[in-house]
């Protein structure tokens, strides 16, 4: 989740969105079903009607939406599904691919405060109970396995804003439950993982400890320009380590350079940089 639209939390969607819709205005380059590898992020969690609408007329094909642990089941066994429910449907209806990604912890899971101080750490403890979070990725796979295929076990367990306990832990408490969860209802899924955020060696450490439950490895990069994004990818610290350690497909479900520091124009650009790259990289499948 970049760290640009985190000082903006209260719309991430729009400036990302309203950006690609350039994108799809270049010139069409290699493979015949032309945006299918391209992706949006909505995040919202309260849904904005025109989040979804405005992806889907930008032309892109998939979308990466949020199953906010923390505040759909406050209480433990009572979960919402209203506004997931607005975001998938809503996808579904635009002709979109849905990618859910879990994340947050609520207070009653891991005895934390009950404050909604997001940022402040209020949700990235550990739970207490392997069964907590394999309970709720169950009921969220069984609501939507139906239109869903996809699904992506946490974001950014290395920043602390989401995840404050060790790998071990983390493969322990989230992926293991999470994982026998979604299969038990899908046995066909996909789910990847680890997320982590522009730094190899927590990408390797992560990755290695989950690989085995894992279908595909996703990662975010944000750097200055996607030409430094397909570099960092394709360097022997990834693109090596990967061929040696985890030989998977990638999804890139997390990646942007921030038009309030470059403009539009130049972020625009470097979407169409992003597709282009993403067109001839064969481990390379989607590119949110």
């Keep these: 989740m970049s760290r640009q639209c985190r000082r903006r939390p209260a719309n ?27 992706g949006l992020n909505v995040h919202e969690i309260t849904p904005i009607a025109a989040s979804i609408p405005t ?7 998939w979308v990466r939406v949020v199953a906010w642990w923390k505040w759909m089941e406050p209480a433990q066994g009572t979960i919402d599904f209203t506004a997931l429910d607005q975001h998938v449907n809503d996808a579904v209806n635009a002709g979109l691919s849905v990618l859910i990604m879990f994340t947050s912890i609520p207070p009653w899971a891991n005895g934390s405060s009950r404050s909604y101080d997001f940022w402040g750490g209020a949700c990235s403890a550990p739970p207490s109970s392997a069964t907590y979070f394999g309970a709720f990725a169950g009921a969220v796979a069984a609501r939507y ?125 470097d979407y169409v940089a992003a597709y282009q790259g993403s067109l001839a990289r064969t481990r390379l499948q989607k590119f949110f």
């Design 55 to 61: 992806a889907a007329a930008s032309g892109v094909k």
């Design 145 to 269: 396995s139906d239109r869903v295929s996809y699904w992506e076990i946490w974001n950014e367990p290395d920043y602390a804003a989401f995840w404050t306990g060790t790998v071990t832990n983390w493969v322990d408490k989230i992926v293991t439950p999470g994982v026998a969860a979604i299969r038990s209802g899908d046995p066909g899924a996909t789910i990847m993982g680890p997320s982590t955020w522009s730094n190899y060696d927590s990408f390797q450490s992560f990755a290695s400890a989950s690989c085995s439950q894992l279908d595909v490895l996703s990662a975010h990069f944000y750097k200055a320009s996607m030409a430094q994004v397909y570099t960092s990818l394709d360097s022997s610290e990834f693109e090596g380590w990967m061929q040696s350690n985890c030989n998977k497909p990638i999804w890139i479900t997390e990646s942007g350079i921030n038009s309030w520091a470059v403009g539009e124009t130049q972020q625009a650009s």
């Design 12 to 38: 991430p969607a729009f400036a990302c969105i309203l950006a690609c819709v350039a994108l799809l205005l270049a010139p069409s380059v290699g493979r015949a079903q032309g945006a299918e590898e391209l």
